[in-house]
Structures are given as structure tokens and as C-alpha cells.
């Protein structure tokens, strides 16, 4: 197998001002420079600039903007050689690639109540690699969610959120070893909504927990070379986690934990489904099939503090 290796060095520059009331303002630059061997790329510098914003709204609300551009440029590229067969030369793997990142962030915390909180955030991403003639050539992604946490009682803390992301790319790939002469679309979406409750029993001497999560995704993919034909299937993903714990305080230094985790896992993937190590020609897999199980962790500890 090839040897690989790689050094990263990285630095960070910022610098806050509190303005006048409740303004709270952040600047700052970010460079990240790594050094590959073997690799199509010898070196990748990505430069970041960065800003940030936050006010406080209202007296219960508090509002905070964050944005950002970041430029990665390397070394000249070249398809490594130890490869064989050949890559296309035109090929840049998006790793390695130039690139150029606009990403704006968004962030709101509300006080409803003394014991109701409620937070909403709202992300959007966008990659150009303008200088990539076959790969991926542009990404963006938006995503949005909310948490709501509530005081029951002062033994009981209930906690919710919900997640959603949607992500779309464009690649660009060649059937002749030459310029692009097709082009793939991949639209991906996730979902994540979960509520957790903990509890304080017996005193504080016991800590009770529980934590719900439910995850969907799915993913498509359209691919067009000129010539009319079918829709890939859809690839999905389901998963369900249930985990339950306790904390017993033997002593201000022991305790006694146990935990019960439960998950489910069901993949549908037609890019792996009934693909073994021999059944493409001039394809050697390692027959990996898209997981579908259900596992059951018991787990019992004792925690000593010196």
C-alpha cells in the first residue's frame, strides 16, 4: 500500500468589542495550510475571514448574526503518479480542489418565561469550485432548527429539539477520458427531532435520565449524459435511539451508574444492495450491504473520586 503522511499548521487572529447597550461584535481570520505526500495536491492554504454580530433585541431576546468567506488555493495540481491506471488530468478531487465558501449564520434565544427557553438558528452554505473542470463544482446547504427547554420543577428539566438540513451539488464527470460529457445532481436531506427529560430523585441522591432520537435521510441522485433514461432509486435512512440512565451517589465520592441504550437502524441503498467482492467485472468491493440492525447496550459502572 502507499505510504501516505501530511502536516497541518494552523493559526487564528480575533479580536471582540462590546458597543454601545447590548452590541457584541467579533472579527476574526483563520488560516489553515497542510502539506500532503503522494498526494495530487503537495500543499492547500485556506485563508477565512470571519464576523460576528450580537444584540440583545429585546429584554427576553437575544440575536446573534455570523458571517463568512473562505478562499482555499494550492500548489499545482497533478494527478499522482504512483496511480495506475492514469486519472483524468482534468480531475480535482474536492478535497483538494480550490474552492471558494460563503456561509451566513443566524442564532436567536428567547426567554419566554423564568422557566421556558427557546432557541431557533437558521445556517446557509454555498462552495464554487470554479476551477475544477471534472468534480464536484458547486454545493450549497441550508439548515434550520429549533430547541425549547422547560423547568418542570426544580427536579425536572425537559429538553426538545428538531433539526432539518438540505443539501444540493453539482459534478461534472468525463466517459471518455476528456472533457465532461455528464453531470450529476445529488439532492440530500436530514432530519433529526429528539426530547430528553432529567430528573432528580431521592434527594439529589439519584439522577434519572432519558433521551429520545428519531433521525430520517434521504438522498437522490440524477445523472445526465444526453441520452433519455431512468431515475436512480432513492437511498434512505432511518434511525431510533432510546437511551435511559441513573446515578446513584453512594457517597460524595462514589457513585453507581447504569444505562440502557436501545437503537434502530434501517438503510436502503441501491448503490451497495447486492453488490458481493465478484459481482462486477472490473469492480473489486468488500461487499458492505446497507446496515439494518437493532442493538441493545447494557452498561453498569462505578465511579470512585479522588
Partial sequence: NQAFSFSQDRFKL????????????????????RERSAQ?????????????????????VGVALKLAHSRRDNSAYAPAAWVAPPQNPLLRKFN??????NSAGLRADITISETVSLGVNAEYANDDYADSIIGLKRGRSISAGGDLSVAVSEQTQLHLYAQG????????????????????RSKDGVDVVG???????LKGKLDLGADLVSSRSRSDIAVDTGVAGGAFPTA?????????????????????LGSYWYEHVDAKDWRAGGVQPATLPDLL??????????????????????
Fill in 195 to 201: 426530547v430528553g427529560v432529567k430528573h432528580a430523585a
Fill in 40 to 60: 495530487d495536491v503537495a500543499t492547500t492554504r485556506e485563508t477565512t475571514l470571519w464576523g460576528r454580530v450580537g444584540v440583545q433585541a429585546l429584554e427576553n
Fill in 236 to 256: 434512505t435512512t432511518r434511525l431510533d435511539s432510546l437511551k435511559l440512565s441513573a446515578t446513584y451517589r453512594l457517597r460524595d465520592n462514589l457513585s453507581l
Fill in 96 to 101: 483538494l480542489a480550490e474552492r471558494r465558501r
Fill in 285 to 306: 468491493a468488500f461487499g458492505e450491504q446497507a446496515p439494518r440492525y437493532n442493538v441493545n447496550v447494557v452498561r453498569v459502572a462505578v465511579r470512585y473520586r479522588f
Fill in 165 to 184: 438540513e438540505r443539501i444540493r451539488s453539482t459534478q461534472t464527470g468525463s466517459q471518455t477520458f476528456a472533457q465532461p460529457n455528464w453531470t450529476g
Fill in 14 to 33: 480575533g479580536a471582540d468589542y462590546r458597543g454601545p447597550g447590548s452590541l457584541k461584535t467579533s472579527i476574526g481570520i483563520d488560516q489553515d495550510n
